[in-house]
């Protein structure tokens, strides 16, 4: 290989790292492999308030995800509050809907009782009928 060709491939694949793993969302994201979950991480999740407001208000949780199959009757939007061992403490599902390639919409979810002080807010889209996670993201906080 020449000098150029050398640097013209770097290149190229440093343009695929960088598209494949670019993730918007609010700091403080990790995939899912914190809890065992091998799924590929959520295009864009952005909520607030973020730090959340108190027990039973309302966290809005903005979605835009590219999806490798159209969705489903039983594919779903979930959120969900759990502790540092993924012990869930509370969940919302939310349907989608069917035969959509994307998904670009706010979801809602309240703020339990009950949060440990370390807790973490997991976003996932799921096949509700086979189990299959398509995306995860989680949020560690506080
Ligand atoms: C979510 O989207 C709505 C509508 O575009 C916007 O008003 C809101 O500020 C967004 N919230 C976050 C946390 O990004």
Not at 62 to 77: E, I, R, W, Y
């Amino acid at each position: 290989m020449n000098g150029n060709l050398i640097l013209v491939s770097i290149f190229l694949i440093f343009l695929l790292l960088t598209t494949s793993f670019k993730v918007n969302a609010n700091p403080g994201w990790s995939d899912c492999s914190f809890n065992a979950i091998y799924a590929p991480i959520m295009d864009a999740t952005f909520f607030g308030p973020d730090p959340i407001g108190p027990v039973g208000t309302t966290l809005q949780v903005n979605v835009t995800q590219s999806l490798s199959k159209p969705t489903t009757t039983f594919t779903k939007l979930l959120i969900e509050f759990t502790d540092v061992d993924a012990i869930p403490i509370c969940y919302t599902r939310h349907p989608l809907d069917t035969n959509k390639d994307n998904i670009k919409d706010t979801f809602l979810a309240v703020v339990p009782q009950f949060l440990p002080n370390k807790y973490l807010i997991r976003v996932m889209v799921i096949e509700a009928g086979t189990g299959d996670i398509r995306n995860c993201i989680l949020f560690h906080r506080p």
